[in-house]
T-cell receptor, first 115, second 113 residues
């Protein structure tokens, strides 16, 4: 257990529904990252927060995706009007943010299945 | 981001050493070499990182070639729990300042009893 908590662990939804995932970082970790991982591939970067500010978004993050980190603590990732192609593992990672070479601590992820 | 090349898969016997290679011929002078591994149904976990000198920690050793165009992650005695996907990643701290990692497909290590 790295201390990064993600909920739910599994989510099954029907195409067209909205889903929201939550990530609770390690206390005092200022940086938070979201990644997406499909079967047999390495994790793909989606977006990054420094405290409450969303500083970078990948072009993979379509307008159906939105992420927030109110008050710089937990973060949520919402997918609207889900599509079957959204089925993947969604991973959250955090680090203290004191230097740019710090290791990332990953949660166990949320596995999304869109039927 | 500079690219790395790793074999898709490797096999090892339990309690034997494992050498996982990584090629990074376009590495820049400021790129650090990071290794993460991902056990089944878990998120990636940090293993080790280095810049120029060989590095050791409780999990593994990292041997970096003198020209830095390749590196090798060494697990000294593989256990069944070391079966995972191992990712070699180049990270350039000064650029972008985001600290993000860009993953490739990694090497799937199988450990046989």
């Amino acid at each position: 257990d790295t201390g990064v908590s993600q909920n739910p662990r599994h989510k099954i939804t029907k195409r067209g529904q909205n889903v929201t995932f939550r990530c609770d970082p390690i206390s005092e970790h200022n940086r938070l990252y979201w990644y997406r991982q499909t079967l047999g591939q390495g994790p793909e970067f989606l977006t990054y927060f420094q405290n409450e500010a969303q500083l970078e978004k990948s072009r993979l993050l379509s307008d159906r995706f939105s992420a927030e980190r109110p008050k710089g603590s937990f973060s949520t990732l919402e997918i609207q009007r889900t599509e079957q192609g959204d089925s993947a593992m969604y991973l959250c990672a955090t680090n203290p943010g004191q230097t740019t070479n710090e290791k990332l601590f990953f949660g166990s992820g949320t596995q999304l299945s869109v039927l | 981001d500079a690219k790395t090349t790793q074999p898709n898969s490797m096999e090892s016997n339990e309690e034997e050493p494992v050498h996982l290679p990584c090629n990074h011929s376009t590495i820049s002078g400021t790129d650090y070499i990071h290794w993460y591994r991902q056990l089944p149904s878990q998120g990636p976990e940090y293993v080790i990182h280095g810049l120029t000198s060989n590095v050791n920690n409780r999990m593994a050793s990292l041997a970096i070639a003198e020209d830095r165009k390749s590196s090798t992650l060494i697990l000294h005695r593989a256990t069944l729990r070391d079966a995972a996907v191992y990712y070699c990643i180049l990270r350039d701290p000064p650029s972008g300042n985001t600290g993000k990692l860009i993953f490739g497909q990694g090497t799937t290590l199988q450990v046989k009893p």
